[in-house]
């Protein structure tokens, strides 16, 4: 069975500073990697994935996530952060169900706080 | 708007009423989803269309019951519900069973069952 951990329940960051949020998987075959952010009584909102490829990924709003396959990581990192990236943040991972649609298995969340 | 419509946007219920969720896409996706989201746990997936057929019930309370009519409609329907069913429940589609483009979220039903 797939499985995403994130280890940190919160992360706190001063704004202007980088930021990274942490993810790792376990998965069987090739996996499919995704980040999702979602604003308070909001749904979640896509910022990047991976599917194959470069493992640096370039996503929105000046994100990007480092796959790391001997590590099984998926980190979201951004240079700058800004006030307004603080939200809750979830990795992700496809699910393989072995027939018909996959959908996504979640990890718990990050809540990331930038700091004025 | 993402392109998928949740209604309505919040629910409060009794727990002997009947009461049902409706999701729209206007993406063109074939298959749909349903997850549930509580405090402090992670998003659970609930059940699994595609091309209109249920291709997967997680393991989901009688109580919930999931139509989907079309492709670009799903709807959850909800009997006897128990307080602890209060979360906010969340409706997504992707344009191939597997993802390869992307999952779309909605943004979602709280509800709330008295």
């Known amino acids: 069975a797939q499985s995403v951990a994130q280890p940190e329940d919160q992360v706190n960051v001063a704004e202007g500073n980088p930021l990274t949020v942490k993810c790792t998987y376990s998965v069987s075959g090739n996996p499919y990697l995704f980040w999702y952010v979602q604003y308070p009584n909001r749904g979640l909102q896509f910022l990047l994935k991976?599917?194959?490829?470069?493992?640096l990924v370039k996503g929105s709003y000046g994100f990007e996530a480092e796959f790391n396959k001997s590590q099984t990581s998926f980190h979201l990192k951004k240079p700058s952060a800004l006030v307004s990236d603080s939200a809750l943040y979830f990795c992700?991972?496809?699910?393989?169900?072995?027939?018909?649609?996959?959908?996504?298995?979640f990890g718990k969340g990050t809540h990331l706080i930038i700091q004025p | 708007e993402t392109g998928v419509t949740q209604t309505p946007r919040h629910l409060v219920m009794g727990m002997t009423n009947k009461k049902s969720l409706k999701c729209e896409q206007h993406l063109g996706h074939n298959a749909m989803y349903w997850y549930k989201q509580s405090a402090k746990k992670p998003l659970e997936l609930m059940f699994v269309?595609?091309?209109?057929?249920?291709?997967e019930n997680n393991s989901v309370p009688s109580r919930f019951s999931p139509e989907c009519p079309n492709s670009s409609h799903l709807f959850l329907h909800l009997h006897t519900l128990q307080p602890e069913d209060s979360a906010l429940y969340l409706c997504?589609?992707?344009?191939?069973?597997?993802?390869?483009?992307?999952?779309?979220f909605g943004s979602g039903t709280r509800l709330t069952v008295v």
């Open positions: 997504a589609s992707s344009q191939d069973h597997g993802g390869t483009y992307g999952y779309t």
């Open positions: 991976y599917i194959t490829g470069d493992n």
């Open positions: 269309y595609n091309f209109k057929e249920q291709t």
């Open positions: 992700a991972v496809r699910r393989y169900s072995g027939g018909g649609a996959d959908g996504l298995t």
